[in-house]
């Protein structure tokens, strides 16, 4: 039974902010919320993690209400490098598990 | 920075061969994990350890084996290689527990099996 669910793919304009929300309705307790990026022939990378109300980074923000049955991943201002599969996972020990992702395509 | 490393970008091998992939991590890292990328189907959980000598299996460990007599080396072995197999291979390393269990991947293996 998949953790999340997330949307398959977004598109965007250079500039613009993109939202991305990943539904989690049976997060645990002891769960956090984390998102990765992969790019092309890369493997995924760590962007951002919280366990409720907002997180903000140097790449993005993560915005949890207080139920916690959903996130919202926010970029700022995108561009072109950032067209990239994004991850939406919740777990609470070392075992993380990866659903499909959302692809994100950035246009000029 | 976290370094892993995989021994080969790319890999084709034949149908029955034996084929080992091996990853390095240089963080002292505890745990270790092998996942399988396919289109369509994100990243699958092959095998992870979370100490030397210890694995546990993930959601698909069918057809594969692992081995790690050291710390910051951990073996996906496929015992006999089928087409089914050919896919990506990530490999991956973590702190050990802890409320920031983030992961860092390697660049993958692409390996096709003829």
């Known amino acids: 039974l998949a953790k999340t669910t997330q949307p398959i793919s977004m598109d965007s304009y250079e500039g613009q902010e993109v939202n991305i929300t990943c539904s989690h309705n049976?997060?645990?307790?002891?769960?956090?919320i984390t998102w990765y990026q992969q790019f092309p022939s890369q493997g995924p990378r760590f962007i951002i993690q919280g366990y409720k109300t907002k997180v903000t980074n140097e790449v993005a923000s993560l915005f949890i209400p207080a139920d916690r049955k959903s996130s919202t991943l926010s970029l700022p201002r995108v561009s072109l490098s950032d067209t990239a599969v994004y991850y939406c996972?919740?777990?609470?020990?070392?075992?993380?598990?990866f659903g499909a992702g959302t692809t994100v395509t950035v246009r000029a | 920075d976290v370094k892993v490393t995989q021994s080969s970008r790319y890999l084709v091998k034949r149908t029955g061969e034996k084929v080992f992939l091996e990853c390095v991590q240089d963080?002292?890292?505890?745990?270790m994990f092998w996942y399988r990328q396919d289109p369509g189907l994100g990243l699958r959980l092959i095998y992870f350890s979370y100490d030397v000598k210890m694995k546990e299996k993930g959601d698909i460990p069918e057809g594969y084996s692992v081995s790690r007599e050291k710390k910051e080396r951990f073996s996906l072995i496929l015992e006999s290689a089928s087409t089914n197999q050919t896919s990506m291979y990530l490999c991956?390393?973590?702190?050990?527990?802890?409320?920031?269990?983030?992961?860092?991947f390697g660049p993958g293996t692409r390996l096709t099996v003829l």
């Open positions: 049976n997060i645990a307790t002891n769960d956090y």
């Open positions: 963080m002292d890292h505890e745990n």
């Open positions: 991956a390393s973590s702190l050990s527990s802890g409320s920031s269990n983030e992961q860092f």
């Open positions: 996972l919740v777990d609470n020990d070392y075992k993380l598990s």
